[in-house]
């Protein structure tokens, strides 16, 4: 697993939240981490243990955490309409990618670290059943999204 340079806090607060959550695991079949159940108690599926995917949860509760509302939604493609869109990626930016089938409801959320080789690195929950980095092939990329209103920029 590579690991970022970026060891002291960044200037994103959801990116630190979620930075130190780093390593939260979900359990074992029937034995669902609490932590977990607490993101998706943010979002439209409480109640839901952590086998139900969460990377949107995650996203939503790291912002959450801060104040600042989601989209109240466990979906990862929820977040393609929330905030504005960015041409450009920048360090932290909401990701959303797709999963299986481009035109399906499927996807996948994190936060944004860097491209190379083809490969998308982002920090986010449900990686590999954990808050991890990890890297995703560039051509399931849907958006990138940056908290408030483009004309706030």
């Known amino acids: 697993m590579s690991h ?3 060891s002291s806090k960044s200037t994103l607060p959801w990116f630190d ?3 130190a959550e780093m390593g939260v695991t979900q359990g074992e079949p029937g034995a669902s981490n609490p932590r977990i159940e607490a993101y998706h108690a943010t979002v439209n ?3 839901w243990d952590d086998q139900v995917s969460w990377c949107g949860s995650f996203v939503n509760w790291c912002f959450l955490q801060m104040g600042m509302p989601g989209t109240n939604s466990a979906l990862a493609r929820s977040w393609l309409e929330w905030g504005y869109p960015l041409t450009e990626p920048r360090f932290g930016c909401v990701t959303v990618l797709t999963r299986e089938d481009p035109e399906g409801w499927r996807g996948h959320v994190g936060f944004y670290l860097r491209e ?3 490969q998308i690195w982002l920090l986010g929950g449900n990686q590999l ?4 980095e990890h890297s995703y ?3 399931t990329l849907l958006g990138y999204r940056w908290p408030g209103e483009a004309s706030g920029d």
């Open 4 to 6: 970022t340079a970026h």
């Open 17 to 19: 939240i979620a930075r």
């Open 45 to 47: 599926n409480k109640g």
């Open 116 to 118: 190379e080789a083809g």
């Open 129 to 132: 059943g954990q808050v991890r």
């Open 137 to 139: 092939d560039a051509s």
